[in-house]
């Protein structure tokens, strides 16, 4: 085997995290690997050539990218010419659907080179239709997600189960970070106080939709602190107004120390919830939408899952109680929190719930099985 070459592709600073750490292990696996990417400051620290930085490809929202297409289309064009011009072994796509699904088309069209996606498109919660193109222009998909093998196999697609980079994140931060309670209020300046952890969401309008609800759901209780994990990128100022005339704590940059001290939590959906899971954190799952009814009806008749949090998702049941549109109210919040911080047995129930669920994602290793994976089916 000569010298290998990889060329992948991220969208955003999940994506620069997954893929160095999937790097480091390629590297592993293969010393001699060389990589060239659109990426980030973490794929660039682990080595090979950025070609741009992710920040100039991720535009949210309708009018940023109406303002930047000809930017999104030149980057994309110079991504296609790129690959072409370097001619790696493979290209490795991680997440970021959007633009990896148009560039997996091209290279499937226009080259012989073998597409691999690492965490696979979230297909099964939307856009369904997208199973054809995957199908068509991706040789291999490697996802990280256990539920995912079932539905791309009932679509006639196999593909590869490689764990989860989140339990290793969790893993790793544990068997590091060996703090106490009273470490942990004093460095962060908190009450002496058990701790409801707060996570509403990383966007602004997550926060303005979920926060002020849970605050007054999580206030009933005045023998516990509340503490809210800041999001990145979120600004003290942003925050400031909905801490006014509350006793609620903010802490930033800080979310796992917070999830190991916290005695129960309330999460707007997405990776949080998995991770307070994993932090074995009983837990309520609130995620707000202003036309709640409207959601509600859809959620029944086009999303083609049963659950929005990732906790359920991989469980396959209902674990984590999930406080949707009309059902996220001030009282059911408050019911819950109640339940889980009084009730012995309710709460043991979501906390066996967990060990099921960490059962099945399997021990830590994602990159390294991945790594291991994608250099056995190159080497063929």
């Not at 620069?16 to 400051?41: I, N, V, Y």
């Not at 593909?159 to 590091?176: L, M, Q, R, S």
């Not at 516990?224 to 979120?234: E, R």
Request: glycine share 6%.
């Amino acid at each position: 085997m000569g010298i290998m070459k990889y060329y992948l592709i991220v969208g955003e600073a999940s994506g620069d995290l997954h893929a160095s750490h999937l790097m480091a292990a390629l590297k592993e696996e293969d010393p001699r690997a060389e990589f060239r990417f659109f990426g980030g400051d973490m794929m660039a620290a682990v080595g090979g050539a950025m070609v741009k930085h992710y920040k100039e490809l991720a535009y949210m929202g309708f009018i940023p990218v109406l303002l930047h297409l000809r930017t999104i289309f030149a980057n994309m064009k110079r991504c296609k010419e790129d690959i072409v011009a370097w001619s790696p072994d493979v290209v490795v796509l991680v997440d970021y659907p959007g633009f990896n699904l148009d560039i997996a088309k091209f290279v499937h069209a226009k080259t012989k080179i073998p597409v691999y996606y690492y965490i696979s498109p979230k297909i099964w919660a939307w856009k369904e239709y997208r199973i054809k193109n995957i199908r068509r222009d991706v040789d291999e998909l490697f996802s990280i997600l256990p539920f995912e093998v079932e539905f791309f196999e009932g679509h006639q697609y196999p593909i590869h189960y490689v764990g989860n980079p989140t339990v290793d994140e969790v893993t790793a931060f544990k068997a590091t970070n060996p703090e106490t309670f009273a470490d942990f209020i004093s460095d962060n300046e908190l009450a002496d106080k058990p701790i409801i952890a707060l996570l509403a969401g990383s966007r602004k309008q997550e926060i303005k939709d979920n926060l002020p609800d849970m605050i007054r759901a999580a206030s009933a209780f005045p023998d516990y602190q509340l503490v809210l994990a800041a999001a990145p990128g979120i600004s003290p100022e942003y925050y400031a107004e909905f801490v006014k005339g509350t006793n609620l704590q903010v802490i930033f940059g800080r979310t796992y120390r917070l999830l190991q001290q916290a005695d129960v939590a309330l999460v707007t959906s997405g990776t949080a919830t998995l991770e307070t899971a994993l932090f074995r954190v009983p837990q309520v799952v609130c995620y707000h939408t202003p036309v709640g009814k409207l959601v509600s009806f859809l959620r029944k008749h086009i999303l083609k899952v049963k659950f929005i949090s990732l906790v359920n998702l991989i469980a396959g049941r209902e674990v984590v109680r999930e406080l949707v549109a009309d059902t996220m109210t001030v009282e059911n919040m408050r019911n819950e929190l109640k339940r889980l911080l009084f009730q012995e047995d309710y709460r043991r129930k979501m906390l066996d719930g967990y060990e099921e669920m960490a059962r099945l994602l399997g021990p830590a290793g994602a990159p390294r099985h991945a790594a291991r994976e994608m250099v056995k089916l190159l080497k063929k």
